[in-house]
């Protein structure tokens, strides 16, 4: 499978941005997960939500950001609400499961007045 992100961008301190990670193929078996990685630091986990299981939140985002899955539609979503400056980061897209960890190119998000 592979994995295309978009609706990255420039927001405002507080704004909101929904990222989407549309899919090539089914990602029933898979769990999807997005990561960031902001200049000069290690790439991280914001969430992840496997396939018929609940979401997984990195502390950094809980109560901001919310995950969602569309099996139908092979996509995830990543809805980002009262977005902070240190939320910048490109956004990278995982689907991974027990043979395939894939990624996608990423999208560019800016918190900035």
């Known amino acids: 499978v592979q994995l295309v992100e978009s609706g990255g961008g420039l927001v405002q301190p507080g704004g909101s941005l929904r990222l989407s990670c549309e899919a090539s193929?089914?990602?029933?078996?898979?769990?999807m997960g997005w990561y960031r990685q902001a200049p000069g630091k290690q790439r991280e986990l914001v969430a992840l939500?496997?396939?018929?299981?609940?979401?997984h939140y990195a502390d950094s985002v809980k109560g901001r950001f919310s995950i969602s899955r569309d099996d139908d539609k092979n996509a995830a979503y990543l809805q980002m609400n009262t977005l902070r400056p240190e939320d910048t980061a490109i956004y990278y897209c995982?689907?991974?499961?027990?043979?395939?960890?894939?990624w996608g190119q990423g999208t560019q998000v800016t918190v900035s007045s």
């Open positions: 995982n689907a991974r499961c027990t043979f395939y960890n894939v």
């Open positions: 193929g089914s990602i029933r078996s898979y769990t």
């Open positions: 939500v496997p396939s018929g299981r609940g979401p």
